[in-house]
């Protein structure tokens, strides 16, 4: 009876020395996968606080200037990494020019091969950001923002209702061109 002990002793010594590498190796692929990792902003010192004016309308889409301006705001507020600042206090200031209003159809009526069935809108905008000290750009660049959605009997409203979530797309994107930049 001592022999089976010991044969069920030396299968938990393995068992357990398999686990103990199994574990040793996920972590070495955890601790791999967060090489290049920062935590904080990765912006240069004395780049706290940013002055996002309102938007440039050259798209001739009434009131996109306003939407795409707010929610810049609103996700520079969320991001964190820059307080938003008037423009003699900023460190950094941000102009923007919303340049295109792209409607796309992307699906047709089954029955009605004219009729659209849902859109894709897209607004373009060109980015500047420069330091406020020296006039130095810092970057400078294309980004764009989209929403998807159904026209329903009233194309006007269905547009308008869309225009938000665009703008919210094309914050992020501009929020991220800025934040990540460095």
């Not at 950094?92 to 992307?106: G, H, I, Q, R, S």
């Not at 130095?136 to 294309?142: E, F, G, N, S």
């Not at 665009?166 to 991220?176: I, P, S």
């Amino acid at each position: 009876m001592s022999k089976d002990k010991g044969i069920g002793l030396k299968a938990d010594r393995g068992l357990m020395r398999f686990c103990w590498t199994m574990a040793a190796v996920a972590l070495l692929m955890i601790a791999w996968g967060c090489i290049g990792y920062r935590l904080g902003s990765t912006l240069p010192k004395g780049l706290n606080s940013i002055h996002v004016p309102t938007f440039v309308n050259k798209c001739e889409e009434p009131q996109a200037e306003n939407d795409c301006t707010k929610a810049t705001i609103q996700e520079f507020q969320k991001d964190g990494t820059l307080s938003i600042s008037g423009a003699d206090q900023a460190d950094l200031n941000l102009d923007v020019t919303l340049v295109k209003y792209t409607l796309e159809p992307l699906r047709y009526e089954r029955d009605d091969p004219k009729t659209t069935r849902e859109y894709r809108l897209t607004l373009t905008a060109d980015l500047v950001l420069t330091q406020t000290k020296t006039g130095k750009i810092l970057v400078k660049r294309t980004v764009e923002g989209q929403s998807t959605f159904y026209p329903g009997s009233d194309l006007t409203s269905a547009k308008r209702t869309a225009l938000p979530k665009a703008a919210a797309d094309l914050a992020q994107k501009v929020v991220e061109s800025v934040v990540e930049a460095w």
